[in-house]
């Protein structure tokens, strides 16, 4: 069993800077793939940014440029270094982790951050 926690979120101005971060911690010994999504009131979650051993990354096009993401395997963490932030990023933000090698989807959430960008 892997356990999410997540940290970092709050309330900023647009143009401003967050930086969430993501502790994983259980029976894994390292993680595949981690990742952050996104949900906005009346949206589906989508996907921010995602990052896979071997230091391959995958951005949504609405933040590249904007977001980076970055994770210590050893450690379990990622992290999702938010710049120039607009009132469209507002959403909750879940940490996503993947411990299964070649395997593609997320069986291990966190609870959610809120971000919140005032205009």
């Known amino acids: 069993q892997v356990q999410l926690v997540e940290s970092g979120g709050g309330l900023v101005q647009t143009g401003g800077s967050l930086r969430l971060s993501c502790v994983a911690s259980g029976s894994i010994f390292s993680m595949y793939a981690m990742g952050w999504y996104r949900q906005s009131p009346g949206k589906q979650r989508e996907l921010v940014a995602v990052v896979v051993t071997g230091g391959t990354t995958t951005y949504a096009d609405s933040v590249k440029g904007r977001f980076t993401i970055s994770t210590d395997n050893a450690k379990k963490e990622v992290h999702l270094q938010m710049n120039n932030l607009k009132p469209e990023d507002t959403a909750v933000y879940y940490c996503?982790?993947?411990?299964?090698?070649?395997?593609?989807?997320?069986?291990?959430w966190g609870q959610g951050t809120q971000v919140t960008v005032s205009s």
């Open positions: 996503a982790a993947n411990p299964y090698f070649g395997t593609q989807s997320f069986p291990y």
